[in-house]
């Protein structure tokens, strides 16, 4: 069975620190990875993808993916109080369904 | 607007009786799913759908029944709810297999069953 691994956290972060994400996936055949952020009580928002090995930027956020290490990671920059939210880690491969991690806290103090 | 809708939001029944939560897409996306999502738990897949009249377990379907009647609609049907069913419910749509287009997420239905 795929599994996503993310710690679980809270990750503290000071307002305007950059934030680094991160999440390990089992299956070395995955394609694609996914970033979602999800604040309490709310449905999750997609907010990055990527794949390709390598970086992608979009705004503050870079997503990087490193499938030799199977290790995704989300760096925010500059990070906000409205940053704070669960971010989940998923990724899928081929037609098929996507696996989640359990998500990492993030908070950031103002 | 492109949406994914849930409804209802809130519900709170009595244990056996049968209840539907109903999920609607207006993005002609062909995959829609159902996620429950528990504290400690993540979100884990209830069923899922390929396309109409195409339907298949997730890895918690036990308790749940889903019908693909048309492209849009995708109920999920708790025939005889029981209190270990308390949870977050998430209908999710696609364009077509979530691994390469991600999901839409509804807006959640947060079910209590007494």
């Known amino acids: 069975q795929k599994e996503v691994e993310q710690n679980s956290g809270p990750l503290s972060v000071p307002e305007g620190a950059i934030a680094s994400l991160n999440c390990t996936y089992s299956?070395?055949?995955?394609?694609?990875f996914f970033w979602y952020r999800q604040y309490s009580g709310k449905s999750p928002e997609l907010i990055m993808f990527?794949?390709?090995?390598g970086d992608k930027e979009d705004g503050r956020f870079t997503a990087q993916l490193n499938k030799a290490s199977q290790y995704v990671s989300l760096l925010i920059r500059d990070s906000q109080p409205s940053d704070s939210a669960t971010y989940l880690c998923?990724?899928?491969?081929?037609?098929?369904?996507?696996?989640f991690g359990k998500g990492t806290m993030l908070l950031v103090s103002p | 607007e492109a949406q994914v809708t849930q409804n209802p939001r809130y519900l709170i029944t009595v244990t056996g009786k049968k209840l539907t939560v109903t999920c609607s897409q207006n993005?002609?996306?062909?995959?829609m799913s159902w996620y429950r999502q528990d504290p400690g738990l993540g979100l884990r897949q209830i069923y899922y759908?390929?396309?109409?009249?195409?339907?298949d377990k997730g890895d918690v379907p036990e308790g749940y029944k889903v019908s693909r009647k048309e492209k849009r609609n995708f109920p999920l049907i708790l025939e005889s709810p029981s209190p270990n069913q308390t949870s977050l419910y998430f209908c999710?749509?696609?364009?077509?297999?979530?691994?390469?287009?991600?999901?839409?997420f509804g807006s959640g239905t947060r079910l209590t069953v007494v």
């Open positions: 999710a749509s696609s364009l077509k297999g979530g691994a390469n287009y991600g999901y839409t």
């Open positions: 299956d070395r055949g995955s394609q694609s």
């Open positions: 990527i794949y390709s090995n």
């Open positions: 998923a990724e899928g491969g081929g037609y098929s369904t996507l696996t």
């Open positions: 993005m002609n996306h062909e995959y």
């Open positions: 759908s390929m396309n109409v009249e195409v339907t």
